[in-house]
């Protein structure tokens, strides 16, 4: 059950995405992929139900992202990260936003991924003989990934006592 008429019947797609590097915005992505994780214990003592007592609040681990773009986008990319970074892109901090978004009528919000404390740690180039075009995929370490403002590591904890 729905509680928004999509227009069109339209859902999500990659033509739904947009994509900003410090709120400047690129058109020439081909796919983003990222991933993160809370890893967890489970901690068991002395219970004669051999259950675990519960788990620790474990540790955050933002994953890389991953974006595959056209290589001439990702050189403009690289210059302007450059020019922040003194000379140096992979010296250079950076945001990191995808919006995804559909005209809908009724309470919808667009989903908004915003990855903060991006570095640029690899990159790799792609050129092949034939018709296809060149590409260079950068992998970006995150700090923190959130998802419309929520996140997956603690936020309680990080509150000063």
Do not use: H
């Amino acid at each position: 059950m729905s509680d928004l008429i999509r227009v069109g019947s339209t859902l999500y797609g990659f033509n739904s995405e947009s994509f900003k590097f410090d709120g400047v915005p690129y058109q020439g992505i081909q796919g983003v992929s990222s991933s993160e994780k809370r890893t967890r214990k489970l901690v068991r003592a002395a219970k004669r139900s051999g259950t675990p007592m519960g788990r620790t609040s474990g540790v955050y681990e933002p994953g890389m992202i991953t974006i595959k773009m056209l290589k001439d986008s990702a050189q403009v990319l690289l210059t302007q990260l450059a020019l922040k970074g003194l000379g140096s892109f992979g010296d250079t901090e950076f945001t990191f936003t995808a919006q995804v978004w559909e005209p809908a009528i009724g309470p919808i919000t667009p989903i908004l991924f915003l990855a903060t404390g991006c570095t640029l740690d690899e990159l790799k180039d792609d050129a092949q003989e034939g018709p296809d075009e060149t590409t260079t995929e950068l992998s970006i370490q995150p700090l923190m990934i959130l998802r419309n403002g929520v996140r997956l590591a603690s936020l309680i904890r990080e509150i000063p006592i």
